[in-house]
């Protein structure tokens, strides 16, 4: 294809996709272009590409990356200004690779199926007038779901509101109990793994929100819609926070899927199951920002007493400490018994303190007497 071609193609292409389907059938090559995160954004329909193109259809993304990373494909291809040729083993056909750049970053890949010989030259060139497209895709991509996912991980009001504005704005139908999970991996090219991961967890349930944010893989579920087990394999672990019920409340417990995932070693670790090896750190000041790791039902506790002067946490501490019993609490704080079954029947009814839970109660007065006991350092230094 000559230059002159490509460049009538790219003045007159509205979209990418426009631009994909009249290089396919100039130059007779089936190709696709997709994403950092490996989805396909736009594929040829003649040539037809569509057949190459199951296994990331079918939600085997990850299957089809570590492959390439098994084989030392992606490390060869990643970052390369030059074309890679190669004959793929899992299409049986030769096929060239490059990465497609914004100045110095790559910004998606592009894969041509050669039917029809093609100059290195003719495919830097693709490669270089797809990025306009791809750049424009970028610059007014406007919100989604995980940017919202992003802002509701800060640690900030505003960007908790706005956060939480974004996901209601894009019809986010979840509901709880939520779960907010860690996904890591040992493997070469992490995040490559990683980003197949969200992308075939999203092709298999799009109700579930995931993004590579910060470095770290954050997946979203919601009352029944779990990340499929079948996903979890090679060298995947994830690590799953306690259920909670208000979406505001993401980014505490990320800390905990955070936590759980560092202290175990299973390819599926829940925090409910680490509380002493949490407790334990908390104690040897290990964990840092213990507050976040206080159930929002006992935070609760706590700025009520704080602003109304009252002593509900101190019941509830004593009261779980003396293995619930009212009496014992009474006894050890001088309270009349009815007192302290009037505070305990506002514990559970206005407060939603729920004592059949010990564990999530337990841990958090570890991590309030922690966060006290920080707080009480720094003050003196």
């Not at 497609?100 to 970053?105: G, H, L, P």
């Not at 910060?214 to 779990?226: S, Y």
């Not at 619930?324 to 704080?333: L, V």
């Not at 570890?366 to 003196?380: G, I, V």
Request: proline fraction near 3%; charged fraction near 25%; charge should be negative.
């Amino acid at each position: 294809m000559e230059k002159q071609q490509l460049f009538e193609i790219l003045i007159k292409a509205k979209s990418l996709q426009e631009f994909v389907d009249a290089c396919a059938e100039e130059m007779g090559n089936p190709f696709w272009i997709m994403d950092v995160a490996y989805r396909t954004i736009a594929q040829s329909r003649e040539p037809d590409s569509s057949k190459f193109l199951t296994d990331f259809t079918d939600g085997n993304t990850m299957e089809r990356v570590n492959g390439w990373v098994e084989s030392g494909l992606l490390k060869k291809v990643s970052g390369n200004r030059t074309p890679v040729r190669l004959y793929d083993d899992s299409i049986g056909e030769n096929v060239v690779i490059m990465d497609i750049f914004s100045e110095r970053a790559s910004i998606g890949k592009l894969t041509i199926v050669i039917y029809q010989d093609i100059t290195d030259e003719e495919v830097i060139a693709i490669s270089n007038a797809a990025s306009v497209y791809l750049r424009m895709q970028t610059s007014i991509s406007g919100s989604t779901m995980e940017q919202g996912l992003a802002l509701l991980l800060q640690d900030s009001p505003e960007a908790e509101s706005t956060g939480y504005k974004i996901l209601s704005s894009a019809g986010y139908m979840g509901k709880p109990p939520y779960h907010i999970a860690k996904v890591e991996t040992t493997a070469r090219e992490r995040s490559s793994i990683l980003s197949a991961f969200v992308l075939d967890v999203r092709n298999q349930d799009p109700s579930i929100i995931g993004g590579i944010i910060g470095n770290q893989c954050v997946i979203l579920t919601a009352d029944g819609h779990e990340i499929p087990r079948s996903l979890i394999k090679k060298s995947i672990r994830v690590g799953y926070s306690l259920p909670f019920e208000s979406i505001r409340s993401i980014r505490d417990y990320w800390i905990q899927a955070d936590a759980v995932v560092r202290m175990g070693g299973g390819k599926i670790e829940y925090f409910a199951e680490h509380y002493d090896g949490y407790i334990g750190a908390c104690m040897r000041r290990e964990v840092r920002d213990t507050w976040s790791f206080i159930i929002p039902e006992v935070r609760a506790v706590i700025k009520y007493d704080d602003e109304y002067n009252t002593d509900y946490y101190d019941t509830l501490k004593q009261y779980v400490h003396l293995t619930c019993s009212k009496q014992k609490t009474a006894d050890a704080m001088g309270l009349h018994l009815n007192t302290v079954k009037y505070r305990i029947n506002q514990l559970e009814k206005n407060f939603g303190i729920d004592f059949t839970k010990l564990d999530a109660i337990v841990g958090s007065i570890y991590a309030k007497e922690a966060s006290d006991s920080d707080e009480t350092a720094r003050e003196k230094h």
